[in-house]
């Protein structure tokens, strides 16, 4: 079982920052596939970023302004947000999974999801 907690949303004007965290419980964590989703109102879940074994693979929506890293020793995994635009408003998701298929930004790849976090950018 994989237990997943984030943590960081809040709201921000155009142009700032914000970081989540997602803290992991796990058995293991090896091969572990880690992502951040994020959902706006009416709208498909959208994969941001994954990271898995040190590679990273960032959604082009937000490449150059998010950054997904990992802290083992933390058993966290992180979202560095920067130039936030109000179209970034979502509540963001960490997921998680061991699946070797599938899309790697699908939310169907991934079993296990955290509650949430919710981000408001204004303009």
């Known amino acids: 079982q994989v237990q997943l907690v984030e943590s960081g949303g809040g709201s921000v004007q155009a142009g700032g920052s914000l970081r989540l965290s997602c803290a992991v419980s796990?058995?293991?964590?090896?091969?572990?596939?880690m992502a951040w989703f994020r959902q706006a109102p009416g709208k498909e879940r959208e994969g941001v970023a994954v990271?898995?074994?040190?590679?990273?693979d960032t959604a082009a929506s937000v490449k150059g302004r998010f950054t997904i890293s990992q802290d083992n020793a933390k058993n966290s995994v992180y979202l560095q947000m920067n130039s936030l635009k109000p179209e970034d408003t979502a509540m963001y998701y960490c997921?998680?999974?061991?699946?070797?298929?599938?899309?790697?930004?699908?939310?169907?790849?991934?079993?296990?999801w955290g509650q949430g976090t919710q981000v408001t950018v204004s303009s």
């Open positions: 796990a058995i293991t964590y090896s091969n572990m596939y």
């Open positions: 997921a998680a999974s061991y699946k070797t298929t599938g899309w790697i930004f699908g939310p169907d790849k991934y079993n296990y």
């Open positions: 990271i898995r074994d040190g590679i990273i």
